[in-house]
């Protein structure tokens, strides 16, 4: 955090001098420091690198409890129970998993290991730079259970074969948790299939990959004309060429559009008023003021896109030049057809916007590389203008083409020439799906250039629709209202932006989603070939069976879909709740109690405290509504639970919201009142954040959250709903062990979720990646080691970046907070109490919990986990 702040305050040579200062300081904090290392891996990597700061801080050395306490034991029990054995009831202490894991032990883990896990780190030059310096700043940290790439970007408990003798070999850690794994590997099978066949995920695709990689704008087809000025004529060629943009063809500002405007005029006090151009700049007076009267030329920037560059491209003279070596010419509103050259494509650019061309072709040579740029290009320091690339030959044939007629004809080049005729659109694929594509590009790019939103391939896109649903609480719902809650869930997307209109999970796609569930019985059973994301990641092509993917209908393409598209009598309820403590994505949501009936925010003057709102699920009408302070407690607690919600009936909705300094400090009274209205997590909610409650009195739960920012948004129990068959409710409570099967693990930070495959990370920094720890154990003992925390993990909150650096933004709290969550010292020291119910986190204190965990934790509860059983990885364990 001070090293970030420091680089965007400071000059990068200052910088450099005070971080070469700060390596005693950094060594210093570790007062434990011994220069031998656990393995052969580590010393070399100390005498290569020398001191790296984040680095020397791995405790290494620490000392874990040698005893676990009741509540520690506790927790250990449930956690481990929760991916052993999916339950319904949720009495997972009495879930007996250790003789299990003991009958595994034996089978599995004393034989010698083949793969070991890993805690690596990589260098971000994308953060602070590519340079000598580059790997003595911090790192980003990443969890490897299995290091290898074999199953990229899957994994290998993705792929095991549940189906086999639980005795069958099982090298990489999977098999022990198959009661969750299974039904989790079938569910993300069928997601991606889903994704896969679905339209409205293919136009989102095509809003991504213009957003990221080039522009809403892709190529044209064009027709030329030949234009006689005899006659005035212009008779168009039968053949068309194919041209490709340059990224910056659709900005806001990339035509000038000139023409003359008859403004009115005066003399005040004998001068003459200044006259201004009722729309754009003026760039001359065509006729100065007489009779009341001027005509001005003026100009406006207009923006790109295929439309503006159709009606550009009408009509328009063709000039072919040698821009590389012209010194002096006038192209003035004409189209440069870029003979090719010694210089570059940027200078033929600039040239042909200083000799004032409307547009330039740059023509191509075979087996050259066509132009493109990038979209913040300026060529010879100035505004480019519309741009493309050609091919070559053909821009040959049909200039011969054109010399031809005019000796034919005997016309000058005055006389007879070509001009551009029709510009044809080639969009994107799939981007016809998307209603408004161009603005919903700009819209994802936007929302990307501040860090809100970030691409993602359909397998991550999978694991984020799985994840998100698991948090939600489907247990307490019945069918359609399940079905609602993950409608809700799988939109809630770092993909979707918040401002677009676009719906990337339509009708077909949210159906075939229930399938994956077991909520909708499959329309029809298909065969469909699953390439896991194989372009990109040389991985091989599966078949899945049985898999429903309903065909999309093409009179459903570009329609937009409404929320939820099933049809419900039932109205929508929705709690938001926000404390003092900020959010990232909603640092202006702050200290906010907010309720909505049908998509309506009721009026309810939420003050500082606790605000209930209690609603009659068949009449859909607030029954009542009220705000209770802290101020006055044991009048507070009271008059709350004693009155007001003892006064409420079997069955009535209630809705419970907290603003401002949250739950901590309050009476006990209002915790015990709240867990009589079903709450369960009340008691674990932090200072200063939020906590929202919609239940059904004596009956159940529908959603609790504490957070930072939550939200949650349920369907009234209006009518009698058939219950969620418990097939779907199993596989819901089995897919939050997801996160356990990866097989590369971590915190990638804002905006993706807290937790994130790490698969691709791998992939693209295996430059830069490096081992910061050996963990010498079998996989299963990596797998437990991330099982006794993950989830807490996947709703820690991620300290503002913004907060960090030295700017109108910066929060000393969150920067020291940020500082220690990042220090491997501070997190190993607060192992079971930090690590096992994080408020914050960052990719270090994933990464560090997740080794220590499994190096100290899990010997404890089972002793084959134990590093020192082995004197190399290969060895089975003898000493039994």
Request: glycine fraction near 6%.
């Amino acid at each position: 955090a001070i090293l970030r702040a420091l680089l965007q305050s400071c000059p990068m040579a200052q910088c450099y001098a005070l971080l070469l200062c700060m390596f005693p300081l950094a060594r210093s904090m570790r007062t434990d420091f011994k220069p031998e290392a656990a393995s052969l891996s580590q010393v070399e990597l100390q005498s290569k690198d020398g001191i790296l700061p984040d680095e020397q801080m791995y405790p290494r050395n620490f000392r874990g409890p040698t005893k676990l306490t009741d509540s520690e034991e506790h927790l250990v029990q449930d956690r481990i129970a929760r991916c052993y054995e999916p339950r319904l009831d949720g009495r997972y202490d009495e879930v007996n998993w250790k003789n299990p894991l003991k009958q595994y032990m034996e089978a599995q883990v004393s034989k010698g290991l083949r793969k070991v896990s890993r805690a690596v780190i990589y260098d971000m030059p994308n953060v602070w730079g590519k340079h000598a310096l580059t790997k003595y700043f911090p790192h980003h940290w990443m969890s490897a259970i299995i290091p290898d790439f074999e199953k990229a970007m899957s994994s290998h408990c993705l792929e095991f074969d549940y189906t086999a003798n639980e005795t069958a070999d099982d090298p990489a850690g999977c098999s022990f948790f198959r009661n969750s794994f299974h039904p989790t590997q079938e569910l993300t099978r069928c997601v991606k299939a889903v994704l896969r066949n679905s339209i409205s995920w293919k136009g989102r695709q095509a809003v991504m990959t213009a957003a990221t990689t080039g522009s809403s704008v892709s190529g044209a087809e064009l027709k030329l004309a030949i234009f006689r000025r005899a006659n005035g004529t212009a008779k168009p060629l039968k053949s068309s060429f194919k041209a490709r943009h340059a990224k910056w063809n659709d900005i806001d500002d990339l035509i000038a559009e000139r023409f003359n405007e008859t403004v009115e005029c005066g003399y005040k006090r004998l001068l003459q008023q200044q006259l201004k151009c009722q729309e754009g700049w003026l760039v001359s007076i065509v006729q100065p003021c007489a009779e009341g009267k001027a005509i001005l030329e003026c100009e406006v920037q207009r923006p790109g896109g295929d439309g503006a560059l159709a009606k550009l491209l009408s009509g328009k003279a063709i000039l072919s030049l040698q821009l590389c070596e012209l010194s002096a010419a006038s192209a003035a509103g004409k189209v440069l057809f870029a003979e090719p050259g010694n210089c570059s494509a940027e200078e033929q650019v600039a040239k042909a916007a200083e000799l004032g061309a409307a547009a330039v072709f740059l023509r191509t040579k075979a087996g050259e590389r066509y132009f493109s740029g990038e979209r913040k290009d300026t060529p010879g320091g100035k505004k480019p203008i519309p741009a493309f690339a050609m091919d070559n030959g053909y821009a040959l044939r049909m200039l011969n083409y054109l010399e031809s007629v005019q000796e034919k004809e005997g016309g000058a080049d005055s006389d007879i020439y070509l001009q551009t005729y029709s510009y044809e659109a080639m969009p994107p694929k799939f981007s016809e799906v998307v209603p408004n594509f161009a603005e919903e590009v700009k819209i994802f790019r936007s929302a990307l250039e501040q860090s809100l939103l970030s691409p993602l391939l359909s397998t991550q896109r999978a694991y984020e629709i799985i994840n998100a649903i698991a948090k939600e609480n489907l247990g307490a719902h019945g069918k359609r209202s399940a079905k609602f809650m993950i409608a809700s869930a799988a939109r809630k997307s770092t993909t979707q932006p918040a401002d677009s209109n676009y719906d990337q999970v339509d009708a077909e796609t949210e159906e075939a989603l229930f399938q994956c569930y077991k909520l909708s019985d499959p329309i029809t059973t298909t065969t469909t070939i699953i390439a896991e994301d194989a372009a990109s990641t040389g991985g091989s092509a599966q078949v899945e069976d049985g898999l429903s993917t309903p065909s999309q209908p093409e009179s459903m393409l570009g329609l937009p879909r409404p929320f939820f598209s099933q049809s419900s009598p039932c109205k929508a309820v929705r709690v938001v709740s926000a404390g003092l403590k900020k959010e990232i994505g909603h640092e202006k949501e702050t200290d906010r109690a907010d309720f909505f009936l049908d998509g309506q925010r009721l009026d309810l003057e939420a003050e500082y405290g606790v605000s209930m709102v209690a609603i009659n699920p068949i009449t859909q009408k607030v029954l009542t509504r009220g705000t209770y302070d802290m101020a006055g407690q044991d009048h507070f607690g009271k008059k709350m639970f004693d009155d007001d919600l003892a006064a409420l009936t079997h069955g009535t909705v209630l809705l419970v919201a907290v603003r401002g300094a949250g739950l901590q400090g309050f009476p006990e009274e209002v915790f015990s009142a709240l867990k009589k209205a079903g709450a369960n997590i009340a008691d674990q909610a932090r200072d200063r954040e939020g906590y929202l409650l919609i239940s059904q009195l004596g009956i159940a739960a529908l959603a609790e959250k504490a957070g930072r920012w939550v939200d949650a948004e349920v369907l009234l129990p209006c009518e009698a709903d058939e219950a969620a068959n418990e097939d779907a409710l199993l596989i819901h409570e089995a897919s939050k062990c997801l996160p356990v099967m990866w097989d590369k693990v971590e915190i990638g930070g804002p905006p993706l979720q807290q937790v994130t495959d790490a698969s691709g990370s791998f992939q693209q920094k295996h430059d830069h990646v490096r081992v910061i720890d050996d963990l010498l154990v079998h996989p299963i003992c990596s797998r437990m080691g991330l099982a006794l925390n993950v989830q807490q993990m996947s709703k820690a909150s991620y300290p503002n970046p913004d907060q960090w650096a030295i700017s109108s933004k910066f929060n000393a709290p969150t920067a020291w907070d940020a500082m220690m969550k990042g220090n491997p010292q501070w997190v190993a020291k607060n192992l079971m109490d930090f690590c096992m119910n994080p408020d914050t986190a960052v990719c270090t204190s994933f990464t560090v919990c997740w080794a220590m965990l499994t190096r100290h934790i899990t010997k404890l509860i089972h002793p084959f986990c134990d590093e020192k059983l082995r004197a190399f990885p290969e060895m089975p364990i003898i000493d039994q």
